[in-house]
C-alpha cells in the first residue's frame, strides 16, 4: 500500500459535487504537485484529507490506516501537516511561540519544544523574526512562518495549499527552493497550486483536477501536453490549436 | 488622618481585591478561550460555599481541608457545564450563548433556594478564626488565607499557562482553535479544561469567602458582578489583567468607600469602569 491512498472520494456541497471519486496514490518521498483552474475542487480534496471535511463517500488511508473523517488534531498527531491557503497565525504571538505550539507535540516539556522550534527556524531562515509578533510580518513572511510551523509538528506528510499565491517573483524562488530542500531531506509534499509554472520545475508528478474529478496523472512533461489539461486551462479552442500545431 | 486607619483600610481592600482576582482569572480565562462569559460564575462561587458549609456541618471538615474538594468538585461542574451545555452553543448567536449560562445562572439560585431555603448560615469556630497584628494593623485571619490563597492559585495558574505544554495549548486555542487543531491539539478537550480551571477558581475562592462572609443563595451575586468589572478593566481574556483589576476593585471599593462614603463605593467602581470603557475599551492591560 501506498504512503497515503484516496479511494473514490466524494464531497458534495449541496447540489455541486466538490470532488468526484477521486483515487489518489502518494508514494513516500514523493513531490507531487496538485493542480487544476479556479474551483476545481482542490483545497476541498486537501480538507477532506487532512480532517476539515468528512467526504461523503470513500475513503482515506494513511500508512494503511483509514484515517477517513478522523479530526484534525488526530490527522496532524498521525504524521499530516499542512497549510492553508488563506494564512492563519497566531497573530498574538511572536515567531518563535508560534512554533514552539507546533514543537510541542513531539516535545512535551518547554524546553526541548523551544529548542526544536528554534532548530526550525533556522532551515526556514525564520531565525533573524523569532520575537517579532507574527500578525505585524508581511504576507511572505506569515507564509513562511506557517510552513514552518507545519514543520514544527514533524509531519511526515505536508500539504502546502498554495503556499506561493500572493508573493512575488523573488520570493517565489525562495519558496521553491525551501520546498525542494525539504524534500530532498526526505519529507513527503502535496502542493497544491494554480499557476503552473510554479508546480512544473518542482514537482516530480502532477495531478491535475477539472471539476472536481482527476484528468490527468502523470510527469509534468506530458501533462502540460496533455489537451484535457489545456482545455481545462485555457478552454476548448486553445487545446484544438494546440493539437493541430 | 490617622495613617493606622488609612493602612488598615488600605490592607482590608487588598485583602478582598485578592478574592476579586481569583474570581475574575478564572472567569476570565474561560473567557479567553471560548469568547464566551460565564454568567453562572458567581453561582459556582455560591455552591463552593455551601459545599464547605455542608462538609463543615455534616462531617466536621475544616475549610481549610475542603479547599481542595471544593476545588475539584467545581471543575467537575465547570467540565460538565462545557460538555452539557457550552458544548451546543459554541457556534449559536451570541444571545443564545448568553442566555444558555445565564439560565444556568437562574437555574443554580433558584435551585440553591428550595434545597437550602434563603437562610444566611454562617461555619463558626474553624482553624482560621481570629486576627492578627502587623504594625498596629488588625487583619481577620480567613481575609488574610483567603488572599493568600487568591495569590498563590492564580500564580499556580499563571506557572501552568506559561510553562507547561498543555497550558500553552490551551492559549493556542484561546487565540484560534482551527490552528490549534491544526497543531495536533485536541481543542474539544482545551474548552472541557478551561471551563474546569476556571471554574475551579470559583470553587477555591468560594470556599476561602465561606470562612468569613455569610453564606446564602445570592451570594454570588455580590462578588460576581464586581468581578465583571475587574475582567473588563485588566482587558477581556487577560490573566494578568484579570488579576490586577481585582485588586484595583478591591482598593477602590474600601478605600474609597472609607474616604467618602460607604454607601457610594460602588458608585466608584462603576465610574472608574465608565472611564476605562471611554478611555481604554480594550482595558488597562489589555492588547489591540
Given at each position: 500500500?501506498?504512503?497515503?491512498?484516496t479511494?473514490?472520494l466524494?464531497k458534495?456541497?449541496?447540489?455541486?459535487?466538490?470532488?468526484q471519486a477521486?483515487?489518489?496514490r502518494l508514494e513516500k518521498?514523493e513531490?507531487?504537485g496538485?493542480?487544476g483552474?479556479?474551483g476545481?475542487?482542490k483545497?476541498?480534496f486537501?480538507?477532506?484529507?487532512?480532517g476539515f471535511?468528512r467526504p461523503?463517500?470513500?475513503?482515506?488511508?494513511?500508512?494503511?490506516?483509514?484515517?477517513?473523517?478522523w479530526?484534525p488534531e488526530?490527522?496532524?498527531r498521525?504524521?499530516?501537516?499542512?497549510?492553508f491557503?488563506?494564512?492563519?497565525?497566531?497573530?498574538?504571538?511572536t515567531?518563535?511561540?508560534?512554533?514552539m505550539?507546533g514543537?510541542?507535540?513531539?516535545?512535551?516539556r518547554?524546553?526541548a519544544a523551544?529548542?526544536h522550534a528554534?532548530?526550525v527556524l533556522e532551515?526556514?531562515?525564520?531565525?533573524?523574526?523569532?520575537?517579532v509578533q507574527?500578525?505585524?510580518?508581511?504576507i511572505?513572511?506569515?507564509?513562511?512562518?506557517?510552513l514552518a510551523r507545519?514543520?514544527?509538528?514533524?509531519?511526515?506528510?505536508l500539504f502546502?495549499?498554495e503556499?506561493?499565491?500572493?508573493?512575488?517573483?523573488?520570493e517565489?524562488q525562495?519558496a521553491v527552493?525551501m520546498?525542494r530542500?525539504?524534500?530532498e531531506q526526505?519529507?513527503t509534499i502535496v502542493?497544491?497550486e494554480?499557476?503552473?509554472?510554479?508546480?512544473m520545475?518542482?514537482?516530480?508528478?502532477?495531478v491535475?483536477?477539472?471539476?472536481g474529478?482527476?484528468i490527468?496523472?502523470d510527469t509534468?512533461?506530458r501533462?502540460a501536453k496533455d489537451?484535457?489539461?489545456?482545455?481545462a486551462?485555457?478552454?476548448e479552442?486553445?487545446?484544438?490549436?494546440?493539437?493541430e500545431? | 488622618?490617622?495613617?493606622t486607619?488609612l493602612a488598615?483600610t488600605?490592607?482590608?481592600?487588598?485583602?478582598i481585591?485578592?478574592?476579586f482576582?481569583?474570581?475574575?482569572?478564572?472567569?476570565?480565562?474561560?473567557?479567553?478561550?471560548?469568547d464566551?462569559?460565564n454568567?453562572?460564575h458567581?453561582?459556582?462561587?455560591?455552591?463552593?460555599?455551601?459545599?464547605t458549609?455542608?462538609?463543615?456541618?455534616?462531617?466536621?471538615?475544616?475549610?481549610?481541608?475542603s479547599?481542595?474538594i471544593?476545588?475539584?468538585?467545581m471543575f467537575?461542574?465547570?467540565?460538565l457545564?462545557?460538555?452539557?451545555?457550552?458544548?451546543?452553543?459554541?457556534d449559536?448567536p451570541?444571545?443564545?450563548?448568553i442566555?444558555s449560562?445565564?439560565g444556568?445562572?437562574i437555574?443554580?439560585?433558584?435551585?440553591?433556594?428550595?434545597?437550602?431555603?434563603?437562610?444566611?448560615?454562617?461555619i463558626r469556630g474553624?482553624l482560621?478564626?481570629?486576627?492578627?497584628?502587623?504594625?498596629?494593623v488588625f487583619?481577620?485571619?480567613p481575609e488574610?488565607?483567603?488572599a493568600?490563597g487568591g495569590?498563590?492559585?492564580t500564580a499556580?495558574?499563571?506557572w501552568f499557562?506559561?510553562g507547561?505544554?498543555?497550558?500553552?495549548?490551551?492559549?493556542?486555542?484561546?487565540?484560534?482553535r482551527?490552528?490549534?487543531?491544526?497543531m495536533?491539539?485536541?481543542t474539544e478537550w482545551?474548552f472541557t479544561?478551561a471551563?474546569?480551571i476556571?471554574s475551579?477558581?470559583?470553587?477555591?475562592?468560594?470556599?476561602?469567602?465561606?470562612?468569613?462572609?455569610?453564606i446564602?443563595?445570592?451570594?454570588?451575586?455580590?462578588?460576581v458582578?464586581?468581578?465583571y468589572?475587574a475582567?473588563?478593566?485588566?482587558?477581556?481574556?487577560?490573566i494578568?489583567?484579570?488579576f490586577?483589576?481585582?485588586i484595583?476593585?478591591g482598593?477602590?471599593?474600601?478605600?474609597g468607600?472609607?474616604l467618602?462614603?460607604?454607601?457610594f463605593k460602588?458608585?466608584l467602581?462603576?465610574?472608574?469602569y465608565?472611564?476605562?470603557?471611554?478611555?481604554?475599551?480594550q482595558?488597562l492591560?489589555?492588547?489591540?
Amino acid at each position: 500500500m501506498s504512503l497515503l491512498e484516496t479511494h473514490g472520494l466524494t464531497k458534495r456541497f449541496g447540489g455541486l459535487v466538490a470532488n468526484q471519486a477521486i483515487d489518489f496514490r502518494l508514494e513516500k518521498g514523493e513531490l507531487v504537485g496538485l493542480i487544476g483552474p479556479n474551483g476545481a475542487g482542490k483545497t476541498t480534496f486537501f480538507n477532506c484529507i487532512t480532517g476539515f471535511y468528512r467526504p461523503d463517500e470513500g475513503r482515506v488511508f494513511f500508512r494503511g490506516r483509514d484515517v477517513t473523517g478522523w479530526s484534525p488534531e488526530r490527522i496532524c498527531r498521525a504524521g499530516i501537516a499542512r497549510t492553508f491557503q488563506v494564512v492563519k497565525t497566531f497573530r498574538d504571538m511572536t515567531v518563535l511561540e508560534n512554533v514552539m505550539v507546533g514543537a510541542f507535540l513531539r516535545h512535551p516539556r518547554p524546553a526541548a519544544a523551544r529548542a526544536h522550534a528554534e532548530a526550525v527556524l533556522e532551515t526556514t531562515g525564520l531565525t533573524h523574526l523569532a520575537d517579532v509578533q507574527a500578525g505585524g510580518l508581511p504576507i511572505a513572511y506569515r507564509k513562511r512562518l506557517e510552513l514552518a510551523r507545519a514543520l514544527a509538528t514533524e509531519p511526515e506528510v505536508l500539504f502546502l495549499d498554495e503556499a506561493m499565491a500572493g508573493l512575488n517573483p523573488g520570493e517565489i524562488q525562495e519558496a521553491v527552493a525551501m520546498v525542494r530542500r525539504l524534500w530532498e531531506q526526505g519529507l513527503t509534499i502535496v502542493l497544491v497550486e494554480h499557476v503552473m509554472e510554479v508546480v512544473m520545475p518542482l514537482a516530480q508528478r502532477v495531478v491535475v483536477l477539472d471539476y472536481g474529478q482527476v484528468i490527468a496523472d502523470d510527469t509534468p512533461e506530458r501533462v502540460a501536453k496533455d489537451p484535457r489539461v489545456i482545455e481545462a486551462y485555457l478552454g476548448e479552442r486553445f487545446a484544438r490549436e494546440a493539437r493541430e500545431g | 488622618m490617622d495613617l493606622t486607619i488609612l493602612a488598615q483600610t488600605v490592607a482590608s481592600g487588598l485583602l478582598i481585591g485578592l478574592v476579586f482576582s481569583l474570581l475574575a482569572v478564572g472567569l476570565t480565562l474561560i473567557f479567553g478561550v471560548m469568547d464566551i462569559v460565564n454568567f453562572a460564575h458567581g453561582e459556582f462561587l455560591m455552591l463552593a460555599m455551601y459545599v464547605t458549609y455542608w462538609l463543615w456541618v455534616l462531617w466536621g471538615m475544616d475549610p481549610l481541608f475542603s479547599l481542595p474538594i471544593s476545588a475539584l468538585v467545581m471543575f467537575i461542574l465547570g467540565a460538565l457545564t462545557y460538555l452539557l451545555v457550552i458544548r451546543y452553543v459554541l457556534d449559536a448567536p451570541m444571545l443564545a450563548q448568553i442566555f444558555s449560562t445565564f439560565g444556568l445562572m437562574i437555574f443554580l439560585r433558584f435551585l440553591a433556594q428550595v434545597l437550602w431555603t434563603e437562610d444566611y448560615r454562617r461555619i463558626r469556630g474553624s482553624l482560621l478564626e481570629g486576627r492578627i497584628e502587623i504594625a498596629g494593623v488588625f487583619l481577620g485571619r480567613p481575609e488574610v488565607a483567603a488572599a493568600l490563597g487568591g495569590i498563590i492559585t492564580t500564580a499556580i495558574l499563571y506557572w501552568f499557562l506559561k510553562g507547561t505544554r498543555l497550558g500553552w495549548a490551551l492559549e493556542a486555542t484561546a487565540e484560534d482553535r482551527t490552528v490549534a487543531a491544526l497543531m495536533g491539539i485536541n481543542t474539544e478537550w482545551m474548552f472541557t479544561l478551561a471551563w474546569g480551571i476556571g471554574s475551579a477558581c470559583a470553587g477555591i475562592a468560594g470556599t476561602l469567602l465561606a470562612t468569613f462572609y455569610p453564606i446564602f443563595p445570592e451570594a454570588g451575586a455580590v462578588f460576581v458582578l464586581v468581578t465583571y468589572v475587574a475582567v473588563a478593566l485588566g482587558g477581556f481574556g487577560n490573566i494578568t489583567g484579570a488579576f490586577v483589576g481585582g485588586i484595583l476593585i478591591g482598593l477602590l471599593q474600601v478605600v474609597g468607600g472609607f474616604l467618602w462614603e460607604p454607601r457610594f463605593k460602588d458608585v466608584l467602581v462603576y465610574g472608574v469602569y465608565l472611564l476605562v470603557v471611554l478611555v481604554r475599551p480594550q482595558g488597562l492591560l489589555g492588547r489591540r
